[in-house]
């Protein structure tokens, strides 16, 4: 989980290889009218997102097997609605780092729909994990080998 450009998608498929799990970019699963919008530059509501998170919840549990899905769920409701449609419990790993960094990140990007324009909405609604909520924060500042050993770790503890 995380604002655009923590590296949701290069980090869930290293971990699919390293973890033998299943990768899915949540992305893939916006319905068309969610993708148009933020490539206009227009910020996603609630309204906007709760069917694309029930989408996440549900594919997350029909897949059969370990699931890594690089999915935003920048709030905790959000991420309740993914738990609420999966049985068994799930995990968030938060990458996160401060926001100078994500921008860089996200302007050096090319051929994604989120423009850097909406990255300041996506932190204004961002929640970090709540006391309670299964998951770990994971800092992105550092390298990639490091954020991928932490992130390895981290799966491979849990899944025990």
Request: charged share 20%; proline share 6%; with cysteine.
């Amino acid at each position: 989980m995380g604002v655009s450009g923590c590296g949701k998608s290069s980090v869930g498929r290293a971990l699919s290889v390293l973890c033998n799990m299943t990768f899915i970019d949540a992305d893939d699963l916006h319905p068309q009218e969610n993708v148009e919008k933020m490539a206009a530059g227009h910020a996603l509501t609630d309204q906007d997102r709760m069917p694309w998170l029930a989408i996440v919840g549900d594919t997350l549990a029909n897949t059969p097997g370990p699931v890594v899905i690089g999915c935003s769920a920048l709030k905790h409701r959000y991420r309740d609605v993914i738990r609420n449609r999966v049985p068994e419990p799930v995990r968030f790993l938060h990458l996160d780092a401060r926001p100078e960094i994500l921008q860089a990140r996200v302007n050096a990007r090319r051929g994604h729909f989120m423009p850097v324009s909406l990255l300041q909405s996506q932190f204004d609604a961002l929640e970090g994990l709540a006391a309670g909520e299964l998951g770990a924060r994971i800092n992105i500042a550092q390298s990639y080998p490091s954020v991928i050993g932490q992130t390895e770790s981290y799966v491979k503890e849990t899944m025990i």
